[in-house]
């Protein structure tokens, strides 16, 4: 038997995380990845981030 | 039999003659128009061939779309709204540099791909890119896709707007090794994403699937999904809940 933690990270109210590359309301690290690689932006940066992925 | 019966028979079968008449001549012209567009069966190339102004009632090709090669737009903005397993049997990518991108992109009216699209001799960059975008009915489809291509351009924006779907599924475990993202799909069933997870590739870590919010409490929901989630975290992949 295998003993893995799963670490959720969980954005505050009105806020999305992010390491630059993915985005989410919740992120589940990867093994080897590592909380500090994430921050928060707000939620309408996200939006305008997703716009202008989709415009590109 | 009188003269009078037989013109009474005769006048009686012309409509069958008539019609049977129509129907070769449309069959005639069917053999004609798709021998020549399908190359007897040879044409292996549609890049942006079903576009705009296709329908059900028009694709209908005479051969299968099995052994394909470049796909890039060939159902762009077409309002074809099924392909069946009639028009073909797997679109099969046969060459390394072939690829579906934009294959579908735009096709607001398609709701299912019967056939998979398989793509495991592709092993460019862009194979799947955008290939879905804004498929906004499409509920389900099947993908073979290549472990060895790590590109992050090989899935990017394939599901974008992609609000139906429902049942998204790959043929082989381990066999994406780039980021997936499907967070504009609320919809996807338990045993959908439990294909997803198991089609991350688990010898490579440090990439990500993204998948929508709704996502969770169904993996949570269901035994199978979480196992596989939690191996696929094991394996170095990073979920994101949009």
């Given at each position: 038997m295998k003993k893995f933690e799963i670490i959720n990270l969980i954005a505050d109210e009105g806020k999305i995380l992010t390491n630059g590359k993915i985005y989410g309301r919740v992120i589940a690290l990867?093994?080897?990845?590592?909380?500090?690689?994430?921050?928060?932006?707000?939620?309408?940066?996200?939006?305008?981030?997703?716009?202008?992925?989709?415009?590109? | 039999m009188t003269i009078a019966d037989k013109l009474t028979q005769i006048a009686a079968n012309t409509p069958l003659i008539y019609d049977k008449g129509i129907e070769d001549g449309k069959d005639e012209e069917y053999n004609a128009f798709w021998d020549s567009f399908q190359q007897n069966g040879t044409r292996e190339n549609y890049r942006y061939t079903f576009g705009e102004g296709w329908t059900d009632a028009t694709f209908k090709p005479k051969y299968k779309l099995n052994r394909l090669n470049y796909m890039q737009g060939a159902f762009r903005n077409s309002s074809i709204t099924k392909i069946t397993r009639d028009a073909s049997d797997a679109m099969?990518?046969?060459?390394?540099?072939?690829?579906?991108?934009?294959?579908?992109?735009?096709?607001?009216?398609?709701?299912?791909?019967?056939?998979?699209l398989d793509a495991r001799a592709a092993t460019g960059g862009y194979v799947f890119y955008q290939?879905?975008?804004?498929?906004?009915?499409?509920?389900?489809?099947?993908?073979?896709?290549?472990?060895?291509?790590?590109?992050?351009?090989?899935?990017?924006?394939?599901?974008?707007?992609?609000?139906?779907?429902?049942?998204?599924y790959f043929t082989d475990s381990d066999s994406v090794s780039c980021a997936l993202d499907v967070r504009y799909s609320p919809l996807l069933t338990a045993r959908s994403l439990e294909s997803i997870l198991s089609a991350l590739n688990k010898n490579v870590s440090g990439k990500t699937l993204t998948l929508n919010a709704a996502s969770r409490d169904v993996i949570n929901n269901d035994a199978g999904a979480s196992y596989i989630y939690a191996v696929a975290l094991q394996a170095g992949w990073t979920i994101a809940f949009a």
């Open positions: 990867g093994n080897g990845d590592s909380e500090e690689n994430y921050y928060e932006i707000p939620e309408e940066e996200y939006k305008r981030i997703m716009k202008e992925r989709e415009e590109a | 099969t990518l046969k060459a390394a540099a072939s690829m579906f991108q934009e294959c579908f992109y735009l096709c607001s009216q398609l709701t299912e791909i019967e056939p998979t290939a879905f975008y804004n498929c906004t009915n499409l509920k389900k489809v099947t993908l073979r896709t290549n472990a060895a291509v790590t590109n992050e351009y090989y899935l990017r924006g394939a599901f974008q707007n992609c609000s139906s779907l429902e049942e998204l």
